[in-house]
């Protein structure tokens, strides 16, 4: 039987080298420029794990990606093929490109048989390539635009690198232990701007602990001084149950069914003394939504503003996205809309003149001496509560629940006061929220910045002393 010829050297690394007009950019003297496709076996390694039903493997899913760690599953449980890997090889997302997905392969001690996702390309362990270098190469800036530049499929999730093309991308391999180095540089630089990112982190958490806290002291008449010239609330419920009663008489409201009197096991925290414990629902009209189909919207901006569900809501405002001709439930300007069910819990105060509800949302109208801004914070600090009392496998609030829900109703004047003071406290907090966010986006940025000058060997790691990466790829081609 004749073996197969052995190709020259020469012809090996005129396969595997980028021709000079064709490298992206300059590199040191002694680097190269090869294709991914030269470093990889590229063995066949496909598994039907269902055929070891009882064998726990350590499964390298895309959603385990996220998490930062594998799924532990048993053969059985896995529904379909995988791929063989092994400690140190790297996995490339395929599926979705723009998503940085680039995985290394743990140590898993020989406890598991370790599998990968058919949606992963796997690069082998190779001698011209340190796995933490490559791992870096992968999420790089360069290596990002070239694999997003050309995939198939017809967008977002469904669009997918193609593995042939990906193979012939050029990558830059300077001597092994230049890449060791830059690794190594590459992780305490990370290292510090992960730091840095952990501190704005604590930030941002205590902003939120902050905002909760003036809300909290809000409802507790705890962030203005009171004032002898208002009257107290007591006078202003009778004026509200007068206008109420009016407008039911008008059939301009429906009645409510009467609520229970409040128990002082109910009532939440202290008030001031001019202030009174109310039922929501004596001081607000509840508007219950109704659901549309699609062929009643449109998106061209003719009719109302339909409001589908917490989607349309978002950083405290109202997003909207279709428009129907013939509303039936109508929120009106000032109203708070408060979303009920799957989401639960997201508040905004509606903006727009008229608006059609669906299901999914609920509108909190205030009756005469409730100020809209005033109610909306008690809502914000009485959502939690809201959730905890949300029943069903799709979450939902009911009326009962707003309804019967135990208010702090301070004098009217008071109310615009608060209202004024928590935008005032809470616009500051937006703004230190805003700078910490730009902090927190130049930092990822300098992350990419990192990786770009690491792979064009400008962190001053390189030696110009070290052998050239070439010997080291003509010894692999050699023993391929």
């Not at 997302?93 to 998503?99: A, F, G, V």
């Not at 193609?162 to 830059?182: C, F, W």
């Not at 290292?191 to 952990?198: Q, S, T």
């Not at 959730?387 to 979450?395: T, Y």
Request: hydrophobic share 35%; net charge neutral.
């Amino acid at each position: 039987m004749s073996k197969t010829k052995q190709k020259p050297i020469d012809e090996l690394l005129k396969e595997a080298l980028v021709p000079e007009d064709e490298q992206p950019y300059q590199v040191p003297e002694n680097w190269v420029w090869v294709r991914l496709k030269s470093i990889n076996k590229n063995e066949k390694r496909n598994i039907d794990p269902r055929d070891y039903g009882e064998e726990i493997f350590e499964l390298y899913s895309v959603p385990s990606y996220d998490l930062d760690e594998p799924e532990y599953v048993k053969g059985k449980e896995i529904g379909s093929n995988k791929q063989l890997v092994q400690e140190n090889e790297i996995l490339l997302c395929k599926i979705n490109p723009r998503i940085n997905r680039v995985w290394i392969v743990s140590n898993s001690k020989g406890k598991y048989r370790q599998l990968a996702s058919t949606e992963w390309i796997v690069v082998s362990k190779s001698q011209v390539i340190y796995p933490k270098y490559l791992l870096f190469l992968l999420k790089s800036p360069y290596f990002r635009k070239l694999i997003t530049s050309n995939v198939s499929g017809v967008g977002g999730s469904l669009t997918r690198a193609k593995p042939k093309d990906v193979e012939m991308y050029p990558i830059a391999v300077p001597p092994l232990n230049e890449q060791k180095r830059i690794v190594d540089k590459i992780e305490r630089l990370f290292a510090k701007i992960d730091e840095a990112k952990r501190l704005i982190e604590e930030v941002k958490e205590s902003v939120e602990l902050r905002r909760a806290a003036i809300l909290d002291r809000a409802i507790r008449g705890e962030l203005v001084k009171q004032s002898s010239l208002d009257d107290s609330a007591d006078i202003l419920l009778e004026y509200i149950k007068m206008k109420r009663d009016f407008l039911v008489k008008q059939k301009k409201i429906h009645k409510e069914k009467n609520l229970p009197i409040l128990g002082l096991d109910e009532l939440r925290h202290n008030i001031p003394e001019n202030w009174i414990w109310v039922r929501l629902g004596e001081v607000i009209e509840l508007i219950s939504g109704r659901d549309v189909s699609v062929k009643e919207c449109n998106n061209d901006g003719v009719g109302v503003p339909y409001i589908m569900g917490a989607s349309n809501i978002m950083d405290d405002t109202l997003i909207i996205e279709r428009w129907i001709t013939k509303p039936s439930v109508v929120g009106k300007k000032g109203d708070i809309l408060l979303s009920v069910k799957g989401t639960v819990g997201k508040v905004v105060i509606q903006e727009v003149e008229e608006c059609h509800l669906s299901r999914q949302i609920m509108g909190l109208r205030p009756m005469e001496g409730v100020y809209g801004r005033y109610l909306k914070i008690f809502i914000q600090t009485y959502v939690q509560v809201l959730k905890e009392k949300s029943k069903g496998v799709i979450p939902g609030i009911s009326r009962e629940d707003i309804l019967l829900a135990p208010f702090p109703l301070p004098p009217y004047n008071e109310q615009k006061r608060i209202a004024e003071k928590v935008d005032f406290l809470l616009s500051n907090l937006d703004r230190e929220k805003e700078m910490v966010l730009e902090v927190e986006e130049k930092l990822d940025l300098l992350k990419q910045s990192i990786l770009s000058q690491a792979f064009r060997g400008e962190l001053g790691t390189n030696d110009p002393n070290d052998e050239h990466a070439i010997e080291l790829l003509k010894e692999v081609l050699k023993s391929k």
